[in-house]
């Protein structure tokens, strides 16, 4: 069974500070890793996703991602945080064939909520 | 990428009555999910609908409870029966879709239900 961890409940970082939002993951085949944001009222917004290649990925509204397989990790960053990131960030797994075909179960951690101070 | 609308946005409902949950895209698509966030929780999957076959659900929900519908391959429904307040949440939908060479899912807006 896949699953996905975000240690953190809370993240809270100043303005113009770089952010760190953890994730680890467990999945039995090739992961496919994404990380979605959710503001308040609002529906979930994807971020990034990791797929194959380069192990950093970069996203919408200047995130980054970092793939890192021996530690099973996928933690979201940014250079400098704006006050409007703040927000509920999801990181989420499915396992998929080489063809990219798979239909496999998208897990959900448990979110994270990203607080940025002015 | 592929465009969602849910209707309604939001509701109101009385414990024991049923609450029908309308999901459209602007592209046809295989498979469609429906997912569960309770009050300060994570996405849980209640069921994937694939058009012409029955859905199939996730441990801990079963069809009588939420009932889905895939007319077509634009469209779904769920709907939460007799409600109770354990079942305020927001409900979304979902659907895989074809980018470049691989599946991505994309959520519509979702539905934020409040039962009393």
């Known amino acids: 069974a896949q699953s996905v961890a975000q240690p953190e409940d809370q993240v809270n970082v100043a303005e113009g500070n770089p952010l760190t939002v953890k994730c680890t993951y467990s999945?039995?085949?090739?992961?496919?890793l994404f990380w979605y944001v959710q503001y308040p009222n609002r529906g979930l917004q994807f971020l990034l996703k990791?797929?194959?290649?380069?192990?950093l990925v970069k996203g919408s509204y200047g995130f980054e991602a970092e793939f890192n397989k021996s530690q099973t990790s996928f933690h979201l960053k940014k250079p400098s945080a704006l006050v409007s990131d703040s927000a509920l960030y999801f990181c989420?797994?499915?396992?998929?064939?080489?063809?990219?075909?798979?239909?496999?179960?998208?897990?959900f951690g448990q979110g994270t909520i990203l607080t940025v101070h002015p | 990428s592929a465009v969602i609308s849910q209707k309604p946005s939001r509701d109101i409902c009385q414990r024991g009555t049923s609450l029908t949950i309308q999901c459209q895209v602007d592209?046809?698509?295989?498979?469609m999910f429906w997912y569960r966030q309770q009050p300060g929780q994570s996405l849980t999957l209640i069921a994937t609908?694939?058009?012409?076959?029955?859905?199939?659900?996730e441990s801990g929900f079963v069809i009588d409870k939420f009932p889905i519908s895939r007319p077509n391959l634009t469209f779904s429904t769920l709907t939460v029966s007799n409600m109770s307040p354990e079942d305020s949440s927001i409900y979304l939908c979902?659907?895989?879709?074809?980018?470049?060479?691989?599946?991505?899912?994309?959520f519509g807006p979702g539905t934020r239900l409040t039962v009393l």
């Open positions: 989420a797994v499915r396992d998929y064939n080489a063809g990219g075909t798979s239909y496999g179960k998208l897990t």
């Open positions: 990791y797929i194959t290649g380069d192990n």
């Open positions: 979902s659907v895989d879709f074809r980018v470049s060479s691989y599946n991505e899912q994309f």
């Open positions: 609908a694939n058009q012409g076959s029955e859905a199939t659900y």
């Open positions: 999945v039995s085949g090739n992961p496919y």
């Open positions: 592209s046809q698509v295989t498979m």
